[in-house]
């Protein structure tokens, strides 16, 4: 078994690295919030591991399909692979409590900010260390998920971020960083591996 000692970022999708567009039925409305490409594959070349980490209620809300959801996480991956930037792992949850497709309708353990996507990344690649983890997003839930999982939490104001802040969305939360972006967001990080590396 290897180490546990690979740094990683949990990422969210929507309003992190794509433009919020609400749910978003044609592919091409996917479109990649500026710098993310770059800032993904900073992380890359550090060796710093990006796990996207995003709730997608639209098959269980009735909208599309579970098959629809894998096209648009295929699209952000192709995207991103256009700017040289690599996900190392790509993790979803289709459920709701209150859904209207029954296959898709139940309280489960990963819809953030439940961790169950953050813990089955870990169970699925040992390498990634907890003591150095982060998760970046737009929403309060995004941030509650980093409690919940021992992570950083960085808050981009991209996204529903500014109205997460101002309360007018979700509930108050405190991150431990708040960024203009994505770009910034990895400054952040980056700078807190080399403090802990140092
Ligand atoms: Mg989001
Ligand atoms: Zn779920």
Known sequence: MPDASQPV???????????????????????????AGEAIRRLNDAGVAAVLVTNQSGAARGYYGEDHILALNKRLVNLLDREGAHLDDVYYCPHLPDGVVEQYTCVCQCRKPAPG?????????????????????????????????????VLVETGYGKQVLSGEYQWKVVPDYQASCITEAVDWILEQLSILSA
Do not use: M, W
């Open 9 to 35: 970022v949990f990422l969210d999708r929507d309003g992190t690295l794509n433009v919020e567009a609400g749910y978003i039925r044609i592919l091409e409305n996917l479109v990649l919030i500026e710098g």
């Open 117 to 153: 996507l953050v813990e089955r990344a870990y169970s699925e690649h040992p390498q990634f260390d907890r003591n150095q983890s982060f998760v970046i997003g737009d929403k309060a839930t995004d941030v509650e998920l980093a409690t919940n999982c021992g992570a950083k939490s």
